[in-house]
């Protein structure tokens, strides 16, 4: 699959799913982003997502290609649509094809888990009172806190990684990814719905004549 921002040819990466099938994502490293077929970001299963902010940590914003400013679906090559979207309290973006699936950026998709959140105003301030100059976490920009609240570069809110919070989404993911135990009486309980179904339709008679 080609990338839909620099044409390069994107890695595939099979990831676990919840509750289905193993499912097949797509990334592109020097563009730092996703792309999910439609829904499959919906489904990737919790030690997916952790494995993906593994993946994302290891690959600062520094040198990344410049996002177009017009992407195409790699699957049906139309325009892809910017879209604004907010998870929890944390605006995101990502670019969509109705039909197909979107391409997110890796800083949007910490948003967009709430492992990054944007900057409050207080905590805002709070920063102007201490530093003049931060770098956009997204791409890597000096934004100049005497006058900016986003980056002139890309356009992304100035965000805060409170180590805090993230560490307990951290492990909310963790204790989501930990295998369950099977309950033991599992097999009576399938066994039972079994009985009630032949009672409602009847047993399936394999000497039947067709």
Known sequence: MKCPNCAAEMSPMTMDAHLAAPLMIDLCLPCQGFWFDKYEDLHLAPQSTLELMK????????????????????????KLLLTHDMAR????????????GRFI???????EKNFIQTLPAEKLQELRDKVQTVNCANCGAAIDLTKDTVCSHCGSPLSIMDMSHSQEVISQLQHLAEPKPI???LPLQLEAVKRNIEHLF?????????
């Open 89 to 100: 309290s944390t605006r995101f973006t990502y670019w969509r094809c109705e039909q197909h």
């Open 183 to 185: 309950d033991p009486s």
């Open 55 to 78: 993946l994302i940590g290891q690959h600062a914003p520094e040198g990344a290609t410049p996002v177009s400013t017009s992407l195409h679906c790699p699957r049906c090559s139309g």
């Open 105 to 111: 950026g890796f800083f949007e998709f910490l948003k």
């Open 202 to 210: 009847g047993p399936e008679d394999i000497n039947k004549d067709s």
